[in-house]
């Protein structure tokens, strides 16, 4: 009792702090913020402590229906239209924020919400503080509260080979409403999806969000759920939520209430079970197909975006678990004032029911645009009754498919309708620049929108969506007559279907959008600092890379090949006729090692390609920190096995020291990471993996081919090639180490050294060794070159992946 005491105290403290304009607004908020205080626990006390406010009327249950009905109804409670507002008493707002606590305490015990528990937390804290400071903290839970978005498209086109996939498709969604794009397959759903969240351009039309173009500047208040789930098939789905978490969410955010925010979308999503299974891939089987849906759900959720777009979410999903999702969606959009935009192929009746509008295409057109609930009077207007036992959603898809008449009358009742205003004079006005006749046409649609929303009859269904629109209207500081009008009124499909056509009235060109108080910066800049970023993808990389560069297969080629190597070269004794066997190991073990690394690495960014790519145009992280990431996380997987070849076999060969073996390491390992990065660069050039296999092998092969250690007939105007080789470089050094600090090589009978023939010494001196193969440059010259290689390659790669490969729209 003393906490919903309380929490109805700090809900009227708060209204009366606020300006009277915005109040609205802020007492959807407070009341929705009031709610998230009070516990599913309390939420019992709460619904008692109903029957007690309660106790002049009957019982707890009716007086919380009868607070929703309050809450709902608001705005038909103060004025429904310019002829009968007078008639009707406003609740004073003391009295409907109590009452709608009470009402919404009851049904937030009852259906699932999802919350965003920072905000909880700063609540909780703020109800804990002496009174100065709870107010110090209400202003800046204010100044934290999210701005939303209202969504307009009009008169889209999308034209591929002069075949149009979207024509002239429009609409408008609000904040807190849930627009459903339905359509048979390859209708255009996932095409204006595309165009929506700023991933494909379009050939003509707009996309406006509260009314300013949809720029670059908005894509991190975009959430895009793509219909193909792209993740990293090694990392397990916690671990996958885990990263977006510690990518997407502020910095200022702690990393427990970070923890505590996955833990709830996971549980929302009904994952915690499946948490530690791999996403796995078509050889190893990991989460089921509606497990990654969810997930991918999970990952845009996470980040609390203002405006979600979804691919086909249900498809895949069991119809309990389709709803349940829906349910999860449609109570997010409404507390946290959201805009949604999911396209659906065939949803239930239940699910149907459940979305505030509907855009149904089919081959591009817009066959129908408008609320839900007014589908049936539509159709019946065309002349078509949507028989009561059928499923709506069904009925509608098979008339569109199946008779041409019909859908030909859809066609033309949907462009009579909303398409009207886009001939209209004031739109197409020449001497008006493009933007003011953007600007008029928005003005147009929205305030038409509500215009005739002013003059329709009241309709039971749309009371909650009334409501939000309400919230909406007043959040964004429009002008107050209007919005006063507007809250009352109803959208029915007839009005939305034929009067987008009439012109706006004067009065509501004063209709403002407000982005709320978030600036520029934060809009524009990154979730999170660089070291952040590079920490944390450092060790998704670690994580995701190890099992393939690391493999059971790997480990067992690399050791069988250091043992063969060891047993073919055993113990070679150090004299001149076995000096060739000597270079043979050293070559073979440097070009097996730039091998392995080079085609290694031609396969890493492929098969990430994706994921970086839908992060990148999120806005997630910068690329540079990636690629720092990318190179330190791997550094220690691809010196793993090269240090572990020559353990093995270098010791079985013969090694002299240990100083010899660790100078002989370093050199191994720098090749192997010289040659990474020229994989890296032919990896990130080659979109087509067959090709940059190709271009690898000829690379390393030609070099080793002029390098003359096959054939010593190598065209004069060709010798130069093998200066292109890292090999000659990385053999020479091998070399220079294991001649001069090695065991020196005693001189054979007969010896083909000059300097042994003359008897003048009873070993080969190291340079003779080096001369005899053409290779003259000294230890530093060798090692600066290839540290130029490693340098070149990899800023190469980056620049490619930065100019060449950066996320393109379509
Ligand atoms: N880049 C493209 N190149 C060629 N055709 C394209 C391209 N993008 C879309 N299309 C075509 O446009 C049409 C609409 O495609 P879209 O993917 O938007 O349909 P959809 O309604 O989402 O289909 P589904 O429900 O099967 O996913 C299809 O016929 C498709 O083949």
């Given at each position: 009792?003393n906490?919903?005491a309380?929490?109805?105290?700090?809900?009227?403290?708060?209204?009366?702090?606020?300006?009277?304009v915005?109040s609205?607004?802020n007492?959807?908020?407070i009341?929705?913020?009031?709610?998230?205080?009070i516990e599913?626990?309390v939420?019992?006390?709460?619904?008692?402590?109903?029957?007690?406010?309660?106790?002049?009327?009957?019982t707890?249950?009716?007086a919380?229906?009868?607070?929703?009905?309050?809450?709902?109804?608001?705005?038909?409670?103060?004025s429904?239209?310019?002829?009968?507002?007078?008639s009707?008493?406003?609740?004073?707002t003391?009295n409907?924020?109590k009452?709608?606590?009470?009402a919404?305490?009851?049904?937030?015990a009852q259906?699932?919400?999802?919350?965003?528990?920072?905000?909880?937390?700063?609540?909780q804290?703020?109800q804990?503080l002496p009174?100065?400071?709870q107010?110090?903290?209400?202003?800046?839970?204010?100044?934290q509260?999210?701005?939303?978005?209202?969504?307009?498209?009009q008169?889209?086109n999308?034209?591929?080979n002069?075949?149009?996939?979207?024509?002239d498709?429009?609409?408008?969604?609000?904040?807190?409403?849930?627009?459903a794009?339905?359509?048979?397959?390859?209708?255009g759903k996932?095409?204006?999806?595309?165009?929506?969240?700023?991933?494909?351009?379009?050939d003509?039309g707009?996309?406006?969000?509260?009314?300013?173009?949809?720029?670059?500047?908005?894509?991190?208040?975009?959430g895009?759920?793509?219909?193909?789930e792209?993740?990293?098939?090694?990392?397990?789905?916690?671990?996958?939520?885990?990263?977006?978490?510690?990518?997407?969410?502020?910095e200022?955010?702690a990393?427990?209430?970070?923890l505590r925010?996955?833990?709830?979308i996971?549980?929302?999503?009904?994952?915690?079970?499946?948490?530690?299974t791999?996403?796995?891939?078509?050889?190893?089987r990991?989460?089921?197909?509606?497990?990654?849906?969810?997930?991918?759900?999970?990952?845009?959720?996470?980040?609390?975006?203002?405006?979600m777009?979804?691919?086909?979410?249900?498809?895949?999903?069991?119809?309990?678990?389709?709803?349940?999702l829906m349910k999860v969606l449609?109570?997010?959009?409404?507390?946290?004032?959201?805009?949604i935009?999911?396209?659906?192929?065939q949803?239930?009746?239940?699910?149907?029911?459940?979305f505030?509008?509907?855009?149904?295409?089919?081959?591009?057109?817009?066959?129908?645009?408008?609320?839900?609930?007014?589908?049936?009077?539509?159709?019946?207007?065309?002349?078509?009754?949507?028989?009561?036992?059928?499923?709506?959603?069904?009925?509608?898809?098979?008339?569109l498919?199946?008779?041409?008449?019909i859908?030909?009358?859809?066609?033309?009742?949907?462009?009579?309708s909303?398409?009207?205003?886009?001939n209209?004079?004031?739109?197409s006005n020449?001497?008006?620049?493009?933007?003011?006749?953007?600007?008029i046409l928005?003005?147009?649609?929205?305030?038409?929108y509500?215009n005739?929303?002013?003059?329709?009859?009241?309709?039971?269904?749309?009371?909650?969506?009334n409501?939000n629109?309400h919230?909406?209207?007043?959040?964004?500081?429009?002008c107050?007559?209007?919005?006063?009008?507007?809250q009352?009124?109803?959208?029915?499909?007839?009005?939305s279907?034929?009067?987008?056509?009439?012109?706006?009235?004067?009065d509501?060109q004063?209709y403002?959008?407000?982005?709320?108080?978030?600036?520029?910066d934060?809009?524009?800049?990154?979730?999170?600092r660089?070291y952040t970023?590079?920490?944390?993808?450092?060790?998704r990389?670690?994580k995701?890379?190890?099992?393939?560069?690391?493999?059971?297969?790997?480990?067992f080629?690399t050791?069988?090949l250091?043992?063969?190597a060891g047993?073919?070269?055993?113990?070679?004794?150090?004299?001149?006729?076995?000096?060739?066997?000597?270079?043979?190991?050293?070559?073979f073990?440097?070009?097996y090692?730039?091998?392995?690394?080079?085609?290694?690495?031609?396969?890493s960014?492929p098969?990430?390609r994706?994921?970086?790519s839908?992060?990148r145009?999120?806005?997630?992280?910068?690329?540079?920190?990636?690629?720092?990431?990318?190179?330190?996380?791997?550094?220690p997987?691809?010196?793993?096995?090269?240090?572990?070849y020559?353990?093995?076999s270098?010791?079985?060969?013969?090694?002299?020291?240990?100083?010899?073996?660790?100078?002989?390491l370093?050199?191994?390992?720098?090749n192997?990471?010289?040659a990474?990065s020229?994989?890296f660069?032919?990896?990130?050039?080659?979109?087509?993996?067959?090709?940059?296999?190709?271009?690898?092998?000829?690379y390393?092969l030609a070099?080793?081919?002029?390098?003359?250690?096959l054939?010593?007939?190598?065209p004069?105007?060709?010798?130069?090639i093998?200066?292109?080789s890292?090999?000659?470089?990385?053999y020479?050094?091998?070399?220079?180490?294991?001649f001069?600090?090695?065991p020196a090589?005693s001189?054979?009978?007969?010896?083909?050294?000059?300097?042994?023939?003359?008897?003048t010494?009873?070993?080969?001196?190291?340079?003779?060794?080096?001369?005899?193969q053409?290779?003259?440059?000294?230890?530093?010259?060798?090692?600066?070159?290839?540290?130029?290689?490693?340098?070149?390659?990899?800023?190469?790669?980056?620049?490619?992946?930065?100019?060449?490969?950066?996320?393109?729209?379509?």
């Amino acid at each position: 009792m003393n906490l919903l005491a309380q929490s109805m105290d700090n809900a009227t403290d708060e209204m009366e702090q606020l300006p009277l304009v915005a109040s609205r607004r802020n007492l959807a908020k407070i009341v929705a913020d009031c709610r998230l205080q009070i516990e599913p626990t309390v939420a019992a006390a709460a619904a008692a402590s109903t029957a007690a406010a309660s106790a002049a009327t009957t019982t707890t249950e009716t007086a919380a229906v009868a607070a929703s009905s309050n809450c709902n109804s608001t705005s038909s409670a103060s004025s429904t239209s310019s002829s009968s507002t007078t008639s009707m008493d406003l609740p004073s707002t003391d009295n409907l924020a109590k009452t709608c606590i009470l009402a919404d305490a009851k049904s937030a015990a009852q259906a699932p919400s999802l919350t965003f528990p920072f905000i909880n937390a700063a609540k909780q804290q703020q109800q804990q503080l002496p009174t100065a400071q709870q107010q110090q903290v209400q202003q800046q839970l204010q100044q934290q509260q999210q701005p939303t978005i209202q969504l307009t498209f009009q008169n889209l086109n999308v034209l591929h080979n002069d075949r149009k996939i979207l024509s002239d498709v429009s609409g408008l969604v609000s904040p807190g409403e849930v627009l459903a794009i339905m359509g048979p397959s390859g209708s255009g759903k996932t095409t204006l999806l595309d165009c929506l969240s700023g991933q494909r351009h379009f050939d003509s039309g707009s996309v406006y969000l509260n009314r300013e173009p949809l720029s670059k500047r908005w894509r991190r208040k975009i959430g895009y759920v793509l219909q193909e789930e792209i993740f990293f098939t090694q990392l397990t789905l916690r671990e996958t939520v885990m990263y977006t978490a510690m990518l997407r969410l502020p910095e200022k955010m702690a990393r427990v209430e970070k923890l505590r925010l996955v833990d709830h979308i996971l549980e929302m999503l009904e994952l915690t079970c499946c948490q530690q299974t791999k996403f796995g891939d078509y050889l190893n089987r990991g989460l089921s197909g509606g497990e990654k849906k969810r997930a991918n759900i999970a990952c845009e959720l996470l980040t609390n975006p203002l405006l979600m777009l979804l691919d086909e979410p249900t498809s895949g999903l069991d119809s309990h678990s389709a709803i349940s999702l829906m349910k999860v969606l449609k109570r997010y959009a409404q507390l946290e004032q959201k805009t949604i935009v999911i396209s659906v192929h065939q949803p239930s009746s239940q699910m149907f029911h459940m979305f505030d509008k509907l855009l149904l295409l089919h081959q591009g057109r817009t066959a129908y645009f408008g609320e839900v609930n007014n589908i049936y009077r539509h159709f019946e207007s065309i002349g078509v009754t949507i028989k009561a036992h059928y499923n709506p959603a069904d009925f509608v898809l098979e008339q569109l498919k199946s008779h041409p008449d019909i859908r030909e009358k859809l066609f033309i009742a949907a462009r009579e309708s909303h398409g009207n205003y886009l001939n209209r004079n004031c739109i197409s006005n020449p001497d008006k620049s493009k933007q003011q006749q953007d600007t008029i046409l928005i003005n147009d649609i929205i305030n038409n929108y509500y215009n005739q929303r002013h003059h329709q009859p009241h309709d039971l269904h749309r009371n909650h969506h009334n409501h939000n629109h309400h919230q909406y209207h007043t959040a964004n500081g429009g002008c107050e007559a209007d919005e006063e009008a507007a809250q009352h009124l109803v959208w029915s499909g007839a009005d939305s279907q034929s009067n987008f056509s009439s012109c706006a009235s004067s009065d509501c060109q004063s209709y403002r959008v407000g982005k709320g108080s978030v600036n520029d910066d934060d809009w524009l800049s990154y979730p999170t600092r660089f070291y952040t970023q590079f920490s944390v993808l450092s060790s998704r990389n670690f994580k995701e890379a190890k099992p393939r560069m690391l493999s059971k297969l790997n480990w067992f080629q690399t050791i069988g090949l250091a043992l063969m190597a060891g047993a073919i070269w055993f113990q070679l004794p150090r004299t001149e006729e076995f000096l060739h066997d000597l270079q043979g190991w050293m070559f073979f073990s440097q070009t097996y090692w730039m091998l392995f690394a080079l085609f290694g690495a031609l396969n890493s960014f492929p098969s990430e390609r994706e994921v970086i790519s839908k992060e990148r145009r999120s806005g997630a992280y910068r690329l540079s920190a990636y690629y720092l990431a990318k190179m330190c996380a791997e550094l220690p997987l691809v010196i793993t096995l090269p240090t572990v070849y020559l353990m093995i076999s270098y010791p079985m060969l013969g090694c002299s020291s240990l100083k010899l073996f660790f100078l002989m390491l370093i050199f191994l390992l720098l090749n192997t990471i010289v040659a990474q990065s020229v994989g890296f660069f032919i990896g990130a050039c080659c979109m087509d993996m067959n090709v940059s296999i190709t271009l690898s092998a000829l690379y390393t092969l030609a070099t080793q081919l002029f390098g003359g250690y096959l054939s010593s007939r190598i065209p004069e105007g060709l010798s130069w090639i093998r200066y292109t080789s890292m090999i000659h470089y990385a053999y020479q050094n091998m070399q220079i180490l294991e001649f001069r600090e090695g065991p020196a090589i005693s001189c054979g009978s007969p010896s083909s050294y000059e300097i042994c023939k003359q008897q003048t010494t009873e070993f080969i001196p190291y340079e003779e060794i080096l001369k005899a193969q053409n290779s003259t440059s000294p230890l530093w010259l060798n090692t600066l070159i290839l540290m130029m290689f490693f340098l070149v390659f990899r800023g190469l790669g980056y620049a490619v992946l930065r100019y060449l490969r950066c996320p393109q729209k379509s």
